[in-house]
């Protein structure tokens, strides 16, 4: 991703309340190729929340891959360029976030259903920072609306370096099954590393989602716990 080659392809998911700096740490000694933050605001960051900023912590020697949250592109442009200036190495944009007070203000998976304005925020990130940048979304809002492909085509083109798919929609949040062959879709749409996630809880499922998407890489999210 960028400048940064990465050990394997097994990478812990970010998770709001989990993926803590000790959380990274652990994950990192037990082999993972790389750790995200958790889910950090981009507009509480910018007005000096504390405990956004106590996210920003970096743990271990893997590359720092910050994720922001949010759905209006000045905080997005002033949460990366604090996240610059507190040593993240990658920023990562949340298109995922199923849960209500974060689709509520239309941000997270909201945003797939708004893509000019999704975009809007991938172009402020790339602008405000030099560094790789990079997309977690979700297949779609719902089954008809699977624009997971759709929507990467035009976030690659704005700069976007990997995209990683939670394979189900909004919609389910994080009830019945992952769905790993659609992603093949955004693999088959981009030029760029694509991440598989969503129930991967054994490495013979890991191998599984891998075969069936054609991604690159796997991300584990509660399976890691």
Not at 38 to 52: F, K, P, Q, V, Y
């Amino acid at each position: 991703i960028g400048s940064h080659d990465l050990p394997n392809r097994a990478f812990l998911a970010p998770m709001a309340g989990i993926t803590d700096r000790p959380m990274r740490g652990l994950a990192a000694r037990f082999g993972a190729g790389l750790v995200v933050s958790e889910m950090i605001a981009s507009n509480a960051l910018a007005t000096g929340h504390r405990d956004m900023i106590r996210k920003l912590g970096r743990a271990g020697t893997l590359p720092h891959m910050v994720q922001l949250a949010g759905c209006e592109a000045q905080w997005m442009k002033r949460g990366a360029e604090i996240a610059c200036d507190g040593g993240a190495d990658i920023i990562d944009i949340n298109f995922g976030c199923p849960a209500k007070r974060v689709t509520n203000g239309y941000a997270g998976s909201a945003l797939m259903r708004v893509p000019d304005e999704a975009l809007k925020l991938v172009d402020a990130v790339v602008a405000a920072t030099s560094l790789p940048v990079t997309v977690k979304m979700r297949l779609g809002w719902d089954d008809d609306s699977l624009n997971a492909a759709d929507l990467a085509r035009p976030v690659a083109t704005a700069g976007a370096q990997m995209i990683t798919v939670h394979a189900r929609t909004r919609q389910q949040f994080y009830k019945g099954a992952a769905r790993w062959e659609p992603v093949r879709a955004v693999v088959e749409a981009v030029d760029v590393p694509v991440v598989v996630n969503g129930d991967i809880t054994s490495p013979a499922r890991a191998r599984e989602a891998l075969q069936l998407s054609g991604a690159a890489a796997v991300m584990l999210g509660r399976g890691a716990q």
